[in-house]
């Protein structure tokens, strides 16, 4: 176990490393979100139908939808080690197997963690506030980051599956529709009736809908669908289901590399 450890910190290690000599891939990575909080916000805001102050409502949505933004340089990164063969150096050193995916999966989430408190400081800015206890608002945290871990290992798998840097484009154009699809920017009763189902369903619908929740931002609209009643409990059981089909999958993909 001890050795597992120290070899995926070494690989996370590397990563950050990468941060240093890349500072531009980092800094567009949080300066996007930031960019389309305060387009929403500011440009297209008004969202039809709730109650209150706008930004309330929008900001704890984009925080969500943050959490899906980034996973296509995770995933080039993952094809890039992949063609120049640098996978292959690192199976033939006495590491342990699976470190290199850890090591990426752990950088990932931090520079997430990052991205997600420069969202909450502009979110402040912009007039923003939670109403709700400090751990409520850890709690939403929690969940937020948790739907991100699901997604970067969705990434992981599907950009082995790709595996080469330029279908990671195609790819990545199946997060847009997930990330639009979904109550961050209006509510689903502004909807046609069976689109705003499938938008409550959506995983980051559950999410954003348990953070305002958590943070205390009432939209003004009840919603009687079991999946608008229950998004604290969806909230948890998606990203887990998610984690727990695709994980084994970049694991065993992974693995069958070497074969």
């Not at 139908?49 to 993952?78: H, Q, R, S």
């Not at 871990?149 to 997930?178: K, N, S, T």
């Amino acid at each position: 176990m001890s050795w597992a450890v120290t070899d995926s910190w070494t690989m996370t290690r590397r990563e950050l490393a990468h941060w240093a000599r890349q500072p531009v891939q980092v800094v567009v990575g949080l300066v996007f979100p930031v960019m389309l909080l305060l387009m929403f916000n500011y440009l297209i805001g008004g969202g039809k139908g709730i109650e209150g102050e706008y930004a309330e409502f929008l900001v704890p949505g984009m925080f969500a939808m943050t959490m899906a933004f980034g996973l296509d340089a995770t995933m080039v990164a993952v094809t890039q080690d992949l063609n120049k063969g640098v996978i292959d150096r690192f199976r033939s050193m006495p590491m342990t197997n699976g470190a290199v995916l850890v090591g990426r999966s752990v950088a990932d989430m931090l520079q997430s963690t990052a991205s997600l408190l420069v969202m909450i400081g502009v979110g402040l800015a912009v007039g923003w506030r939670w109403h709700g206890s400090f751990g409520g608002a850890l709690g939403a945290v929690g969940l937020l980051l948790l739907l991100r871990f699901a997604m970067l290992w969705i990434g992981i798998h599907l950009a082995m599956v790709a595996g080469r840097p330029e279908l990671v484009v195609a790819v990545q154009i199946l997060v847009w529709p997930v990330s639009f699809f979904s109550n961050a920017f209006t509510i689903p009763q502004n909807m046609p009736g069976w689109l705003g189902s499938l938008v409550e369903w959506n995983p980051m619908s559950a999410t954003a809908t348990a953070a305002r929740d958590l943070f205390g931002n009432d939209p003004g609209v009840v919603s009687t669908s079991w999946a608008a009643e229950h998004a604290g409990l969806l909230a948890v059981l998606w990203p887990v289901v998610l984690v727990g089909v695709f994980l084994p999958l970049a694991v065993r993909r992974f693995a069958a590399l070497s074969k």
